[in-house]
């Protein structure tokens, strides 16, 4: 706690520091940055939290696909992939790093517009994307549990016509190219629209010496989006939007020497279709506005994996098998929601007010085939939940609020497979916030809050676990955190300051557990340990040196813990960091306007090591990623050449431990195993806006 306390003094003399130089937006010519997670638009710089958004501008330097390229840009944020995407996402800490026939609790929510994706984020593709926003820490009254840890919210760009249309290609190494095109109008005075399209191809960075094939970790991802808004009178509008997703990636990456020359004889794949249809009714009344959400996604999700990493015929000790999972996921949710206006303001016009009512409902249906399996393993995973919540937001002047949030959450589970077991949970959960900010001048301000989020039980239904693994209890988190914000005359900071207590941490761990011929299986499964702390810093920022120059840098550092827990394997944990955080990360960078059509970019993204599972102690390397792009625009079009990872750094986005599936050690000496990122990547590529 001393390091927060002197952290809060140093937020303050920062916020002071700025007051002296500050000014408008528009007079410093800083972007103005609008926040849409929360109940109402704000700008950036005046949320009372922890928020780091990448815009479109951002997406385009980095020449981002996925969203697993831009996560390194949020302080504090880290991903696992065990997939052709790193699609599990931890923040401060926490967060999932893969799911195969256990149903999940999200810890970090995936919000695409108004549709939650939240753990099947294979979708997080960034074409016509406006913003992405990353909430950092529990954010329990706007999201529920799903944002145990925070929450990602993909801003795609609105129907319209003062939205700029756009025509996107690019070519380069490994056989990849994608070509976009995106366009928007008015129809008639009234309605609006927007079309998105686009196609992304590539072999991958995986070489399978078997199969004398360089595409065995190919991506092949389609992109589709039809908007439209509707003022249907002048106190309703209406946005219909409908989202369509074809993730046809292969999955191919671990080897046994741990190099990206792979030997498997039936290569994985890491599918999902998904259809959104998202409606959104805002109709402006007397004493403020009334929202209603609705929406619905289906989705179909294939994994599947060589879990034996080899070929028949390999060793005489060998052993041969592919595990794949199927899944459709049905899911419906609605929200209504009410917020006042200047004229329903509470206690004497001070108190700006939210009422809320929010209702989910998901059906997944999972279907496991998998060799050794006597018979392929199915079943029914059906989370339905309903929330109340409500937030106020006082104003005792013109400097100084007070919001207080709060979520009542009602969930019911229940499951049942063919295996004969069949599990019900019921859980009333509260979370919510209570967050002071003063404005110390135009563009700078100071907060403190207190946070509580939550988690769901829940339980791992393998037949070969024991009954005392069988359930898991709720998670709870309590988020201390202080922070400012600042602008000056040629920059801006955002300095954050957290301190986390978890309660029954849910962990990842695996039953070890091995077949007659020696080779090992697993049986993921989650527990409780007794407790877990993560506390760390967040600063952002951002300074024009020069009419032409810009550098910026992101950095966070983090210490995650968790104690009291009886491993699998039958060890006791005391005390260990907790998986995938590292005690650092940054992004730092610059921008370089060598001329007014040449510009320069160049970004380097670095991170401590850190645990891959808490089931066992295998770690990742540090890392530095170097990243670059040298633009040449003019008028309405900018040819770019950009490389990604340009000194082809190697790095794991995945890793396993205290075992061995090598049969040329007869399987017995345990070692590490990794997936790896991907390498160099040099390509060219043509944008028009029209």
């Known amino acids: ?72 840009v949020a302080p504090n944020v880290n991903f696992a992939s065990g997939a052709s995407r790193g699609r599990y996402v931890q923040i401060r800490g926490i967060g999932e790093r893969s799911q195969f026939s256990e149903p999940v609790n999200p810890s970090v929510g995936v919000v695409v517009d108004d549709v939650d994706f939240s753990g099947v984020a294979a979708i997080g593709t960034l074409f016509d994307v406006q913003q992405v926003e990353v909430l950092k820490g529990p954010q329990a009254t706007e999201f529920g549990a799903n944002a145990l840890a925070g929450a990602i919210k993909i801003q795609t760009t609105p129907a319209g016509a003062d939205q700029a249309s756009r025509l996107s290609l690019s070519l380069a190494e490994h056989n990849t190219w994608s070509a976009g095109v995106a366009h928007g109008g008015d129809l008639t005075d009234k309605l609006a629209y927007r079309v998105a399209l686009q196609q992304y191809k590539s072999d991958g960075f995986i070489e399978n010496i078997h199969l004398d094939r ?58 999902q279709e998904s259809d959104a249809l998202s409606l959104k009714a805002d109709w402006q009344l007397s004493w403020g506005r009334l929202l209603a ?86 079943s029914t995973y059906q989370p339905d939940n309903l929330a109340f919540y409500a937030q106020t937001r006082t104003h005792f002047n013109h400097s100084t609020r007070l919001t207080a949030g709060l979520r009542i959450d009602r969930f019911r589970i229940d499951y049942h497979n063919n295996a004969g077991f069949t599990e019900s949970l019921e859980d009333t959960i509260v979370g919510g916030k209570l967050v002071l900010d003063h404005s110390v001048a135009s563009g700078a301000m100071v907060y403190a809050g207190i946070y509580r989020g939550y988690k769901a039980s829940g339980f791992n239904p393998d037949e070969r676990v024991s009954e005392e693994q069988r359930l898991f209890s709720p998670e709870y988190n309590w988020n201390y955190e202080i922070g400012v914000k600042g602008n000056t005359d040629n920059g801006h900071v955002r300095l954050a300051a957290f ?64 104690e009291g827990y009886d491993r699998a394997d039958g060890s006791y944990v005391e005390e260990r960091d907790q998986a995938q955080a590292p005690r650092y990360t940054f992004n730092l960078g610059l921008d370089w306007d060598i001329t007014d059509s040449l510009r320069w970019h160049i970004e380097a993204d670095g991170k401590d ?82």
């Open 1 to 72: 706690m001393t390091t927060v306390k002197n952290t809060l003094y140093l937020a303050v003399a920062l916020a002071f520091s700025a007051n002296a130089q500050t000014s408008s937006d528009e007079a410093t010519g800083l972007e103005h940055i609008l926040v849409t997670s929360d109940f109402n638009a704000q700008n950036l710089q005046v949320v009372p939290s922890s928020i780091s958004v990448i815009g479109q501008q951002q997406i385009t330097e980095r020449q981002a696909q996925h969203l697993e390229q831009i996560l390194n």
């Open 214 to 271: 360089d595409d065995t970790g190919n991506r092949d991802e389609l992109t589709s989006r039809i908007k439209l808004a509707w003022q249907a009178s002048e106190d309703l509008s209406l946005d219909l939007n409908y989202q369509y997703f074809d993730i046809d990636n292969g999955y191919d990456a671990f080897s046994l020497d741990n190099d990206d020359k792979t030997r498997s004889d039936e290569p994985g794949f890491d599918r």
């Open 293 to 378: 959400i609705g929406a619905l996604s289906d989705s179909d999700i294939d994994y599947g994996y060589d879990e034996d990493w080899t070929y028949v015929g390999f060793h005489p000790w060998e052993y041969s098998s592919f595990d794949a999972y199927y899944r459709q996921r049905d899911t419906k949710s609605l929200e209504l929601r009410a917020i006042s206006d200047d004229s329903s303001r509470l206690f004497t016009g001070t108190t700006d007010w939210v009422l809320g009512l929010y209702g989910k409902s998901v059906d997944e249906d999972l279907l496991r085939q998998y060799t050794y399996a006597e018979n392929d393993f199915q």
């Open 499 to 562: 301190y986390m207590e978890r309660k029954d941490t849910q962990i990842s761990d695996y039953d070890l557990q091995y077949r007659d011929d020696g080779s090992a299986t697993f049986i993921d499964i989650i527990d409780n340990a007794d407790n877990g702390t993560n506390y760390g810093l967040e600063l952002e920022t951002e300074w024009q040196l020069h009419s032409s120059l810009s550098v910026f840098a992101n950095v966070g550092w983090l210490r995650a813990t968790f």
């Open 609 to 690: 090591s850190f645990y891959f599972s808490d089931g066992h102690d295998e770690r990742s390397d540090s890392s530095v990623l170097v990243n670059s792009r040298l633009s040449y625009s003019q008028q309405d079009w900018t040819l770019s050449v950009w490389g990604r990872n340009i000194f082809d750094r190697e790095y794991q986005v995945r890793g396993f431990g205290g075992f061995s599936n090598d049969p040329r050690e007869y399987y017995e000496i345990p070692k590490p195993y990794y997936q790896f990122g991907d390498g160099r990547m040099l390509g060219i590529s043509l944008d028009y806006l029209f």
